[in-house]
C-alpha cells in the first residue's frame, strides 16, 4: 500500500489508530485544526503547523514571495481561529535553495512578518536548511479561553449549519491562473484571484461568533465546504441537509462560468483554501445572529443521519453529496 | 547576493536585524535555541523547531524509517534540554513522496512515537504534504521554572566553561558511512555510529544541571563545540580559552583515526549534530560539579576577549581558532 492509495486523511486516521495517544495535558490531540493544550487553568494553549510547499501549494509564476509568506501564516491563523482562539507566537522552518536570493527571502519574512503584526503576534524563532524546492513550515501558538474553545464535534440533529463570506473563488482563481499561465498574461479583474493570492483569516469573526452565540462545533475551510463538513461531521456523528440555494456562491464565479469547466456551485462546495468559518449553532441563536455585523449565510441544518451530506433545491428536490475536498495525496 | 554566500547563521542574523521584533509576551525571540514566551506567571513556555530534509540531513542507505523518526524528535528535545527545560508536546509535518509505502511512514511516525513516549510527552497533531523528498519538521513545546531558564548569554569573565559526553563520533560515523556507502558492508564495530544514527538527548543531565548548580549559559552542541561555543560567545559578549587536553575526544574515534581523514581533536572540535551541553558555570561550584552522577569535563574558562576563542596545550603554547561549525548552505 502506497500513500496515494490512502490519501492525506486515510493516513491521519491510520496515525491516530495506530498511535494512540494519552496525556493528561492534551485535551484534544490529532484531528482538528489544533492540538488543545491545558497547561495553565485560565486559559488552553493552541498548536498548529501547517506547511506550504512549492509547486504543490504555489507556483512562483503567480505568487510574489510577499504574498507567499503571508499565505503561509493566515492558513495557521486560520486554524486558530477555527478553534475561538487567538494567535501568541510563531516558529517558521524554511527549506530553501542555495542560489535563491537573500532579497526574495527576505521579501518572502517580510510577507510573514507583516500578518503576524497585524495580527499583533510575532514570529519568535524557527530554522533554516537547504531544499531543493521551497518549503514553509509554521507552527503557531495560540491560547482560547476554556469556555471560547470550539472543536470539529458538538454539532447537534436540529442545529443551523452557517458559513462567513462568499465561497469558490480560491479554486477558480487557481484554475484561472493555471489557464492563463502568467498574472500579466491574465485578462480579467484581478479580484477574483484575491482569494487564492492574498487570504484573509476569519479572526475577528471568530472572536464575534464565539463571544455572542452558542457556535456549538466550528472549523475553517481548507479542504472545501463538502470536505470541512465532513469532518465536522464524522466528529460529531452526525448528518447534514444542506439549502441549495442558500450556499454563498461568489458573484465573481458567477460572472465568469464561462471561462470555467464547472459549475458555480461546484466551486462554492469544493474550493479549498477559501479560510471561511464553517460553524453550527442552536436554532434559537437565528436572531441574535442576524444581528452580528459579519456576513453569514445559513446554508443547511444538522440531521441524524450519520456522516450523510444531502442537498434540496426550492422545489424539494433532494440528493446525497459525496465530499471531494483537496487531497493530497 | 545569494544564499550561499551568506550561510545559515548570516540569514539568520538578517532576519534578526530587518525584523527587530517586540512583544511583551515573548521574553526571548531569534537567537537561542528555543523561543521563551510567558503566558503563565509560574512557567514560561519553551517553543522550538527543526527540520530534517533527505539527502541533507539523513541518507536513506544508511538509517532505518525507525531512526530518522527518532532523531527528528531528538534534536528538538536537545533545544528544550539546552534551555532547561522539559517538553509537553509536539507537532509534526510531514513532507512525503506519493510513491511511499504507507508502512515506512508508520515506521517513520513509530519512531517519533517512541521517543515521545520515553520523554513523556506526546505527539498532538501535524500536517502532511506532497513532496519529491522527505522532510520533516517538528515544532515542539516545553516549559521552563524561570529559575532554571538558561540562555546562550549569561557567561561572564572566569567562569569554566564544560561539556557532556564524548564528542566528534557523529561527524567521524558519518564520514565512515559515506565511506563504506551500506551499512550492510560496514566492517567495524557499530557502536560508533550509535551517536549519528541513534542520539540521545541531555535532558537528564540538564534537570540535574540546573537543579544543582548556578548555570551561566548553557546551549546544545548541534553545529559543533566550536561553532556552538562561538554562539555563547556572541550572546554572552566574551571570550573563552580551551585545554587542549581536557576536550573530552570519543575514546572510540581515537581507535579508528587511521580510517579518517582529520584527527580525532578536530571531530570534536567541529562535529555537529551531538546534542551533548556545553555550558558554563561559577568557578566555586566546581566542587558541586564533581559530586553530580553525570559525565562533565571542564574544558576551558570565559576569558573577557570578546568572540575569541583561543586553546592552550599542557606546555602553554596557545592558539586562536576559527569557528567552522556546520553551515547549511
Redesign the interface.
Known amino acids: 500500500?502506497?500513500?496515494?492509495?490512502?490519501g492525506?486523511f486515510g493516513?491521519?486516521e491510520?496515525?491516530r489508530k495506530?498511535?494512540p495517544?494519552?496525556?493528561k495535558?492534551?485535551i484534544?490531540?490529532?484531528?482538528?485544526d489544533?492540538?488543545v493544550?491545558k497547561?495553565?487553568p485560565k486559559?488552553f494553549?493552541l498548536?498548529?503547523?501547517?506547511?506550504m510547499?512549492e509547486k504543490?501549494?504555489f507556483d512562483l509564476n503567480y505568487f510574489t514571495w510577499e504574498q507567499i509568506g503571508k499565505k503561509a501564516i493566515v492558513s495557521n491563523i486560520s486554524d486558530i481561529s477555527a478553534m475561538g482562539g487567538e494567535p501568541?507566537?510563531c516558529?517558521?522552518?524554511l527549506?530553501?535553495?542555495?542560489?535563491?536570493?537573500?532579497?526574495d527571502?527576505?521579501k518572502l519574512?517580510?510577507g510573514m512578518?507583516k500578518i503576524?503584526k497585524l495580527f499583533r503576534?510575532?514570529?519568535?524563532?524557527?530554522?533554516?536548511?537547504?531544499?531543493?524546492?521551497i518549503?514553509i513550515?509554521i507552527?503557531l501558538?495560540g491560547?482560547v479561553k476554556p469556555s471560547f474553545l470550539k472543536k470539529r464535534s458538538g454539532a447537534k440533529t436540529g442545529d443551523l449549519l452557517c458559513v462567513t463570506g462568499e465561497l469558490g473563488e480560491s479554486q477558480a482563481g487557481l484554475e484561472l491562473l493555471k489557464k492563463y499561465k502568467k498574472l500579466t498574461k491574465f485578462p480579467l479583474n484581478k479580484e477574483i484571484l484575491r482569494k487564492h493570492l492574498n487570504p484573509s483569516p476569519r479572526l475577528k469573526e471568530s472572536k464575534i461568533l464565539v463571544r455572542n452565540l452558542k457556535v456549538t462545533s466550528m472549523i475553517d475551510i481548507s479542504d472545501g465546504l463538502l470536505g470541512d463538513l465532513f469532518h465536522i461531521l464524522e466528529e460529531s456523528k452526525v448528518g447534514a441537509i444542506l439549502f441549495k440555494e442558500k450556499i454563498p456562491v461568489s458573484k465573481r464565479v458567477k460572472k465568469i462560468t464561462h471561462l470555467l469547466k464547472n459549475s458555480p456551485l461546484h466551486y462554492a462546495l469544493h474550493s479549498g483554501e477559501e479560510y471561511e468559518l464553517l460553524f453550527t449553532i442552536k436554532r434559537k441563536d437565528i436572531e441574535s445572529l442576524k444581528k452580528l455585523k459579519i456576513k453569514v449565510s445559513v446554508i443547511g441544518e444538522i440531521t441524524d443521519k450519520l456522516k450523510k451530506i444531502e442537498m434540496v433545491d426550492k422545489r424539494g428536490k433532494k440528493r446525497v453529496l459525496k465530499k471531494r475536498g483537496y487531497v493530497?495525496?
Open positions: 500500500m502506497r500513500l496515494e492509495n490512502i492525506e493516513l491521519i491510520l496515525f495506530s498511535f495517544s494519552k496525556n495535558r492534551v484534544l490531540g490529532l484531528g482538528d489544533c492540538a493544550l497547561t495553565n486559559k494553549l498548536f498548529t503547523t501547517d506547511s510547499m504543490v501549494h501568541i507566537s516558529l517558521v522552518s527549506g530553501l535553495p542555495k542560489k535563491m536570493k537573500t532579497d527571502v527576505l519574512y517580510s512578518n503576524a503576534f510575532s514570529i519568535s524563532g524557527g530554522d533554516v536548511f537547504l531544499s531543493d524546492k518549503v513550515t507552527a501558538l491560547e493530497h495525496f
